[in-house]
């Protein structure tokens, strides 16, 4: 079965820092990939995602990610983080093969605290 | 991007008694609608895929008596917790997918359903 992993639960930052916030999936097929974001009281919304080509992704608000197919891995990066980018960030995955469109595995996602 | 209405944002109700749920696109008409489940500190688990004018298609595990599912037109679908038991506390939210890029999904804000 896909499942999607996030390293780190929660991680706190000071503005300026750069930031890395890991994802695996485990799947051996052709994937879409995905980064979600939620701000504090408002709903999940798309922050990047890869469906083909260039495996480096860029994003909204200056985040990329860097899909790795060797490492199967989709990490999302930031160089310098602010404080309005505190939020719970979620890496999802579904594949191009049949199912749902609905069926994105979401990882347990990382909570993101930037002091200021 | 497209809106995503999710009513009630919270709710406590007595064990026993029926809780309805309510998602309504706002500037999109959704043919398939997606309800997750999220418990604390857990990833957002598929329940099940809402397709207008038809049953919905439930997830394994998922019980489709106690998690009843309308979608009944194209910019409204329901999920209603009958018989609610402390168990079934949690947070539940809908989305629908773009019309272009599968997976890309659009989420509501949220139900917290809290059963006494």
């Known amino acids: 079965a896909q499942s999607v992993s996030q390293h780190n639960h929660h991680v706190i930052l000071s503005e300026a820092a750069s930031l890395e916030l890991g994802c695996n999936y485990s799947y051996g097929g052709t994937v879409n990939l995905f980064w979600y974001v939620q701000y504090p009281g408002q709903h999940l919304q798309l922050l990047l995602k890869y469906f083909s080509g260039d495996p480096l992704v860029k994003g909204i608000k200056g985040f990329e990610a860097e899909f790795i197919k060797s490492k199967f891995s989709f990490n999302l990066r930031k160089p310098s983080v602010q404080w309005s980018d505190t939020a719970e960030y979620f890496c999802?995955?579904?594949?191009?093969?049949?199912?749902?469109?609905?069926?994105?595995?979401f990882g347990k996602g990382t909570k993101l605290s930037v002091k200021p | 991007g497209a809106v995503v209405s999710q009513h009630p944002s919270w709710v406590i109700c007595k064990s026993g008694t029926s809780v309805k749920i309510e998602c309504r696109s706002l500037d999109f008409q959704a043919t398939t609608m997606f309800w997750y489940r999220q418990f604390p500190k857990q990833s957002l688990m598929l329940m099940a895929t809402?397709?207008?004018?038809?049953?919905?298609?439930?997830e394994q595990g998922v019980e489709k008596d106690k998690f009843l599912i309308n979608h009944a037109s194209l910019t409204l679908s329901t999920l209603t917790v009958t018989s609610a038991h402390p168990e079934d506390s949690s947070f539940y939210i809908c989305s629908f997918s773009g019309l272009h890029n599968p997976g890309e999904l659009f989420f509501g804000e949220g139900s917290r359903l809290t059963v006494l």
């Open positions: 809402s397709n207008e004018g038809s049953k919905a298609t439930y």
């Open positions: 999802a995955v579904n594949s191009n093969y049949g199912g749902s469109q609905g069926n994105l595995i």
